[in-house]
């Protein structure tokens, strides 16, 4: 089998990869209900466990200014309306945490844009309101997006009592001259003393972005930063390639021709020093593009995106994954008449080609609309916000002892799973959902109807497993064969993948590993991750088309 020297997706982008997975059965969490009333299991309970939880992502969209390689949601405005994006962002929070019928909320992440720009104050009203709807675990991770500037330093202490644990320092560069390229507007004495005081109030909690493959840069000049990041860097790094994106002024740059950019094969060699040097400083490679010292230092978050997990997006341009139980099975009412809900799934045969989500730590996009076989016009956007059933929720949503609605899901969804003749349990169906872009406009939305959602896309059994697939092998442990099972009852990662002359060859070449522990790469899997992916898309779309 050729390889192809091609690195993984690690683009600042293309890494922050969002996703869903289940909960193993026989895993136990210590829950803190803080108010949230949550019900023991009973035996009459069929709906599975996946569906009581979910992460929350929260959006918050703006900036000090762009950066010349950014094109995410993000806007500049001189005056932020702190207190109407606190109500908003609260209410479409608990509006959407009804929808979803869940039970707990795993972890809740803050990004951007740059959410230390807000008030303390705002993501505390979030996780009070949080709290006050669902159980979360008693040492919940709490993470939020930050830059090493001296106005955000100061709020560090604040964004701690407000009930964030966890912090993400988008550092990028310790080069003065590439923080100038790249737009940053803090120093490398400012990054270098806010890592100092974050570790003090995260310690282990702690993360830092570094982007690679920078213009002009050398691989001499990146092993001499890399032995400056592990000075001041104790628990989590995160690595990312430098991707020119349309639209932004590098790319312009770039086409211009007046930016010296690295090629592939330095890239490459950079990914690989990093790797190598992390390596032998304590740090794993838990993720193609994230690092850490030890296990508590893991991003729960993105390792629910990894795993399978649902998650709800809330703010301008959040994107989620998850079953809306209220809204789908409310009045038995048929789900594709719901407002902007696709009444045709994306194709899943061997032409769809699932592109991994763009997006920041947290922040998904939506599935790519220039696919093959992917009918982008039935797509419906939101503009007819009518449905009476999303007003009654949003209503209900204002009050935080309004359980009605959770336990409404519960019977609805356990009458409506049923099995195939085979036996083989049919479940609810996921949706992908895209909230409105613009702030202001955003905002007026959830003010009146409860939440802001203007895309929704109904995703297939395959659309899930093809997610699953992209996502799950980018992490060390691979996917586990209980949660494929979990997300596609009735089969096994050997029924699917274990005849192919593909992965017998890729083990054979030391690429990856299919045993009873689930389907992985190895170490040098991992770092041509990029060329095994489309094999093992068409294997799987091969697999679901002959069931069809």
Known sequence: MPLIRRLPSLSKNLSRVLLNHQRCESSTHSLATNGGHVEPRSKEDHYPLWMEEASLYVHWPYCQKRYTYCNFNKYVTPT?????????????????????????????????????????????????????????????????????????????????????????????????????TLGREHTVGQSLTCIHEARKLF????????????PSQTLNSWEAELEQILQ????????????????????????QGVLPMP??????????????????????RYEVSNFARTVRAESIHNKAYWEGKQYIGVGPGAHGRFVPITEQ?????????????SQSLPNGKRGYSQSLPNGKRGYSQSLPSHSKGHDES???????????????????????????????????????IGATPDGVPTLPQREARIQTLEP??????????????????????????????????????????QTWQQLSPGDCLRDVFGSSDFIKSARESGLMKLDDAGLRCTHRGLNVLDSLLPDLTDILNSHYDRQS
Not at 203 to 214: E, H, N, Q, T, Y
Not at 263 to 284: C, K, N, S
Not at 389 to 403: E, F, G, M, R
């Open 440 to 481: 202001d406009t955003w905002m007026l939305e959830v003010e009146k109807y409860g939440d802001a959602t203007r895309k929704r896309i109904p995703l297939s059994n395959v659309d899930v497993l093809r997610e699953l697939l992209l996502t799950g092998l980018r992490t060390r442990p691979g996917i586990s064969d």
């Open 232 to 255: 001041v860097c104790d628990s989590h790094i995160s690595l990312y390639q430098l991707t020119l994106e349309p639209g932004t002024l590098l790319y312009k740059f770039d086409q």
């Open 329 to 341: 099975f409310a009045d038995n009412a048929d789900p594709s008449g719901k407002r902007g809900y």
């Open 80 to 180: 932020i309306d702190q207190n109407r994006m606190r109500a908003c962002l609260v209410r479409e929070a608990q509006t959407l945490i009804k929808l979803s019928g869940v039970k707990q909320v795993n972890s809740i992440f803050f990004g951007g844009g740059t959410p230390s720009l807000a008030e303390p104050r705002v993501l505390e009203g979030v996780i009070e309101a949080v709290k006050e709807l669902v159980a979360m675990p008693t040492d919940v991770e709490i993470s939020m997006e930050a830059n090493p500037t001296s106005v955000e330093m100061k709020k560090l202490e604040d964004f701690k009592s407000a009930g964030v644990n966890r912090l993400s320092l988008g550092i990028q560069a310790l080069d003065s001259n590439d923080l100038k």
């Open 203 to 214: 310690p282990d909690r702690l993360s830092i972005d570094i982007i690679f493959g920078r």
């Open 378 to 416: 039935k797509e419906r956007t939101i503009n007819n916000r009518s449905n009476k059933n999303l007003i009654k929720l949003s209503t209900a949503a204002k009050s935080n002892n309004d359980h009605q609605s959770r336990e409404l899901s519960v019977t609805a969804v356990t009458e409506q």
């Open 263 to 284: 090629d592939a094969d330095l890239i490459a060699d950079m990914y690989e020093t990093a790797v190598e040097r992390l390596a032998q400083a304590g740090f794993h």
